[in-house]
């Protein structure tokens, strides 16, 4: 079995149901529903959030579908809470990240409403919701509206962010590639430039044996000229 999942064995719910989640994916699940903790503090109505979240594992590669994700979250949070009572979170290996999570939302708690009581399952379950209707009458319509006004937006700022993240990293890569394309074009350039000088190099060369040549060749006769008038001489 591959060590990276054994800590899954111990976290009864998803196991024998689903796949075993690795190191890997689980860690992925954790970053993703921590930068979503403000909307599911924002909103009891996360059933849309939940899609987001199993969309974003795919994005990642992670085939995990909104009951899976949420059933490890669950999970996870219940591993968190055993480990905080017994105070052994070092042998949870996401202790830290949890640990993050709840008390970056402690802090907005207590920042928005600091008499209210923390909880770890603040905004957790949907079956939260039938608490919402059982209030009744035109506050629970009231409420279920701005849930759902507050739901649209934070997906709305959350999809925008990550358009503008997408549109930035796009510009990014785009301008990469035009210095790359110029630093291209700059080198054959200077390439084409230094197969000139080479061919003007070399016909210089050419030049210059071919005028060697030729005084040479003047050099010999000359000489041969000479040696023949002094033969003749000679002879007479």
Not at 63 to 92: I, P, S
């Amino acid at each position: 079995m591959d060590p990276r999942n054994l800590y899954d064995m111990s976290e009864g719910g998803d196991v024998g149901r689903f796949p075993q989640w690795s190191i890997h994916e689980t860690r992925d699940l954790v970053m993703i529903r921590a930068d979503l903790d403000s909307a599911f503090f924002e909103t009891k109505r996360n059933k849309l959030l939940w899609e987001v979240i199993s969309t974003k594992m795919k994005e990642r590669g992670h085939n995990r579908g909104v009951e899976q994700c949420k059933t490890k979250w669950k999970n996870l949070v219940t591993r968190y809470k055993g480990m905080e009572q017994d105070g052994a979170g070092q042998h949870f290996p996401f202790y830290n990240e949890l640990q993050e999570i709840f008390t970056n939302r402690m802090q907005r708690l207590l920042s928005m409403e600091p008499r209210r009581e923390f909880s770890f399952d603040d905004h957790e379950d949907d079956n939260d919701n039938d608490k919402m209707e059982k209030a009744g009458g035109s506050n629970k319509k009231r409420n279920r509206g701005e849930s759902s006004h507050k739901l649209r937006e934070t997906v709305e700022k959350f999809m925008k962010q990550q358009m503008q993240t997408e549109m930035e990293l796009m510009k990014m890569y785009e301008a990469r590639e035009e210095e790359r394309r110029m630093n291209e074009m700059e080198w054959r350039k200077r390439m084409e430039e230094l197969e000139k000088e080479k061919l003007r190099l070399d016909e210089q060369w050419r030049e210059r044996e071919d005028q060697r040549r030729v005084r040479e060749e003047a050099r010999a006769e000359k000489r041969d000229t000479l040696v023949t008038a002094l033969l003749n001489k000679l002879r007479s």
